[in-house]
Every structure is written in structure tokens, then in C-alpha cells.
């Protein structure tokens, strides 16, 4: 192998080493920042102490699924939103960009879920147990529906196969051929061109 192989290689490899760090930093970020939306759009229903324990009503219950809702709609349109544009800015490896983009979807996904559990309302489970009846105390900020949680990879994935879609994949060093009107065509890779001569030598 030869010294310009070895060099291709190496910059291939720190090009993907770039394109997963960024993802992943990106949607570490995004992950954090939507846990904190979520905690602000959501109010979060109560359960209420009986003397047979904590109860919640209808009107509480339905609180719920504004829970659900929000989780749903912020990890859509945070995950879209960065699928496309990672997708755009990073386009030169489209197939591990895909299957980043799902990876960086699911961490943003555990990351808003476990930081929403921090910034939220506390168990309400031990400060109802030696409360006095009518006490109340908030529910935890986490989905109760199962499946909402694949919304950001699901996204994510989601945006990067739109642009892949409309735009098509770009990858990087193809020689790209131009003919001429004499029929005679030059190769150009990497922005260095070759001219072929008709008699199949290259020019100087």
C-alpha cells in the first residue's frame, strides 16, 4: 500500500470520526434543551391524598396525555429539523450520516427522558404517603404511553432520508468526466485534472 493510499484511508477515517462526533454532540444538545422546552409546556397533572391513598380525577388524568403530546411533538420537530439539516451539511458518507442520525435520534430520546425526570416534579409517591388528606403533589415528568419514545430517532431518520430523497447522495473524490467536442475527455479528481490526449497518454 502505497503512501497516497494510506493517506486516503486515514482522512476517510477522521471524516467519520467527525461526522459521528458532531452528530452525537448535536443531539446530546438538542436532547437537553428539549427536556427543558418539554418541563415549560407541560403542566403536569396530580394525584390528590384520600384516606385510601392517592387518587387522580378525570380532568387530571387527561393531563396526561398532554405529557405524552409534548414528548411526542418536540422530539419530531427537534429530530426532523437536525436530520435535514445534518443530512445537508454533512452529505459526503449518506449511509453512516443514517444510521448516526438513528443513533444520535435514540441518545437525544434517553437524554430529554432523563434529565425531564430531574428538572420535573419530584415521586409523588413518598410525599404523598404521610401527607394529610387533600394534599396534592404532581406527577413525574415522563411518558406514559408507550412507543412515544422512538419519536426523535424515528425523525431524525426520517429527515436525513428526505434530503437523500430530493437531493440524492454526494460523496466525495468521484472523478467526475467531461467530454469535449473533439471527443477527447478529461478526468478531474479532487479538484486535480487529467487530460487524456487521443492517443490514450496523459498530457503534460
Known amino acids: ?89 454533512r452529505p459526503r458518507r449518506p449511509i453512516l450520516l443514517v444510521v448516526l442520525l438513528t443513533l444520535g435520534g435514540a441518545l437525544a430520546s434517553w437524554l430529554m427522558l432523563r434529565v425531564g425526570l430531574a428538572v420535573g416534579p419530584p415521586d409523588p409517591g413518598p410525599a404523598l404517603a404521610h401527607a394529610a388528606v387533600g394534599t396534592r403533589a404532581a406527577v413525574q415528568l415522563r411518558p406514559h404511553a408507550s412507543g412515544v419514545e422512538f419519536a426523535w430517532p424515528a425523525a431524525a431518520l426520517l429527515g436525513g432520508l428526505l434530503v437523500l430523497l430530493l437531493v440524492g447522495p454526494r460523496t466525495a473524490g468521484v472523478p467526475q468526466t467531461v467530454e469535449h467536442e473533439d471527443g477527447h475527455q478529461n478526468g478531474q479528481q479532487n479538484g486535480q485534472p487529467a487530460e487524456r490526449a487521443a492517443d490514450g497518454s496523459t498530457a503534460s
Open 1 to 89: 500500500m502505497n503512501d497516497a493510499a494510506v493517506k486516503t484511508i486515514v482522512a476517510q477515517r477522521r471524516g467519520a470520526l467527525a461526522d459521528a462526533l458532531i452528530v452525537l454532540v448535536t443531539f446530546a444538545v438538542l436532547g437537553v434543551v428539549g427536556a427543558v422546552v418539554w418541563n415549560a409546556l407541560v403542566s403536569p397533572p396530580t394525584f390528590v391524598r384520600t384516606a385510601n391513598g392517592g387518587q387522580m380525577d378525570q380532568i387530571q388524568l387527561a393531563g396526561i396525555v398532554s405529557i405524552d403530546g409534548w414528548f411526542f411533538t418536540v422530539g419530531a420537530v427537534a429530530g426532523l429539523t437536525a436530520g435535514i439539516v445534518l443530512m445537508v451539511l
